[in-house]
């Protein structure tokens, strides 16, 4: 099973549904067989929550898709599966598939119409997992194709997307030289240009955004005498954005278009000559030489932006700019989930600290994954002193490693724990509130449960792997494939592979 990269775990019980119970005062485990495990074409794919998983395999002289231990319904001269493959929630599965020189779709198991090419990105679902659109090539055209069903043809789409609530699809289409948006069919204004990938609902899915482009023909001279003139000409680029169908003030550029989480305001970054200025709201605030991580607050009261100056950098947070330093991290700037408090990574003269609502901490020779925890009282992130890595927990330094876990720490969602991974020598461990857990040879996937009294991590000793919860070892497997995962039952669960088979593994609900 040299596909396997995930953990891996050891065991070896026949039969298709398994029963077994932890140590004493633990949770018994469910096992379902689902199906052989293939030797896939490219990799293997996962849902979100890590709880499906699919790949392309051989099947007779075309390839198939198989997923969650079984191979699906048709056999194609290809497919390809990165784009998206699961819808959010898991339950939906879409793919590209090639016949001869046509091109089609399949979302859960049914073939779409055929197309002379489908994009190689695009292939999007709505985020309630109901819809699912896409871009495809008919003869020299494109057109977008909702829910099956396609619409006008083009000489170019861009790719589409939806609103929040899934009840909207949108796009940017050429006609003719020009570029304009598409909401649900209906054209909006032509413009010169529409900027790529800035076309944007707000939170609350009513209202549309993007970054329109106006070109201007200047005329001027070279060079004159008496003999000789010759006049020549050039294009001006002018960009603005438009809001709900209104065009605002042009700029020379415009990123980082963005809508406040409740909807009501919008922000972007908008660059004049050699200076740049965010916009909020329609008002430009101060120049700089260069801005960056622009966010509203969760509130949508706030607005926080780096800015450099010079050869100084600073953060800007209600138009009050803050105290300089050589650098700001990249996209390290967040606010806490209240919008009360806002942090940010920062160097100086060499080494790197964190910075709390104004407030340098101790530096070190690296800082990262800065988190506020959910009730916004709490901060965490890692840091590196030469050679060992630790985690600062509200400014107090736990104790140091040989490193720390990618992705860690992360607080429990009542704010009360925070965990983090660990390496030890050549063994891996998990910390949480400071207290080291059982040494493995890989730690994987980290959650805690909804209610926080529970902490579950993939683990492997070893050749073999297992499902650690609550520091007791679950059932050993050849590999775990995808998860851990809590349910809405209080349950974890997890897809494990022993002998070359598939199983859904899942605890009883915990108390």
Excluded at 436 to 459: C, K, N, Q, T, W
Aim: glycine share 14%; with cysteine; aromatic share 8%.
């Amino acid at each position: 099973m040299k596909q396997l990269k995930r953990i891996v775990l050891a065991g070896v019980i026949a039969g298709a549904v398994l029963l077994m119970t932890c140590s004493r005062g633990g949770p018994n485990y469910h096992a379902t067989f689902l199906g052989p495990v293939p030797t896939p074409i490219g990799e293997f794919i996962h849902s979100h929550d890590g709880l499906h998983m699919a790949c392309a395999v051989q099947s007779g002289a075309g390839q198939s898709v198989w997923l969650d231990g079984k191979v699906q319904p048709g056999s194609y001269d290809s497919v390809r599966l990165d784009s998206p493959g699961f819808s959010p929630d898991g339950s939906r599965f879409c793919y590209v598939a090639w016949k001869g020189d046509k091109s089609l779709v399949v979302v859960d198991g049914r073939s779409g119409p055929e197309y002379d090419g489908v994009a190689k990105v695009g292939l999007v679902f709505s985020p309630d997992s109901r819809r699912v659109a896409y871009r495809a090539k008919k003869g020299s055209k494109w057109l977008a194709v909702v829910d099956s069903q396609p619409g006008p043809e083009y000489d170019d789409v861009d790719d589409p997307v939806f609103s929040p609530d899934g009840q909207h699809a949108a796009y940017t289409a050429t006609k003719n030289g020009k570029q304009f948006v598409v909401v649900d069919g209906e054209s909006g204004a032509k413009h010169d240009g529409v900027a790529r990938g800035s076309l944007v609902f707000s939170p609350d899915s009513k209202r549309v955004a993007y970054v329109a482009r106006r070109e201007e023909t200047a005329f001027y001279l070279p060079f004159f005498n008496s003999m000789h003139f010759e006049i020549r000409s050039t294009s001006i680029e002018h960009q603005f954005v438009v809001v709900d169908g209104r065009p605002g003030p042009e700029y020379s550029g415009i990123t980082g278009l963005v809508f406040s989480p409740d909807s009501r305001r919008v922000a972007y970054t908008a660059g004049k000559g050699d200076k740049a200025q965010v916009v909020v709201d329609s008002q430009p605030g101060p120049k700089h030489s260069g801005i960056g991580g622009l966010v509203f607050s969760p509130d949508s009261r706030r607005v926080a932006y780096g800015a450099k100056d010079g050869q100084k950098c600073l953060v800007v947070v209600d138009s009050q700019p803050g105290p300089e330093y050589d650098a700001i991290g990249e996209s390290s700037l967040v606010f806490s989930p209240d919008g009360k408090r806002v942090a940010y990574a920062a160097a100086k003269g060499g080494k790197q600290l964190v910075v709390v609502d104004g407030q340098p901490g101790p530096e070190y020779d690296g800082v990262g994954g800065l988190v506020f925890s959910p009730d916004g009282r709490r901060v965490a992130y890692s840091a590196t002193q030469g050679k060992k890595g630790l985690v600062v927990v509200d400014s107090q330094p736990g104790p140091e490693y040989d490193g720390i876990g990618v992705g860690t720490p992360v607080f429990s969602p009542d704010s009360r724990r925070v965990a983090h991974a660990a390496q030890k020598g050549d063994k891996k461990l998990l910390v949480v509130n400071g207290q080291p857990g059982p040494e493995y040879d890989g730690i994987g996937r980290l959650v805690f449960s909804p209610d926080s009294r529970h902490v579950a991590y993939g683990a492997q000793k070893g050749k073999n792997g297992l499902v650690v919860m609550d520091g007791r070892r679950g059932p050993m497997y050849d590999a775990i494939l995808g998860g851990p995962s809590f349910r809405d039952d209080g349950s974890l669960e997890w897809l494990g592979a022993r002998n070359d088979s598939l199983y859904r593994v899942r605890s009883s609900p915990l108390r």
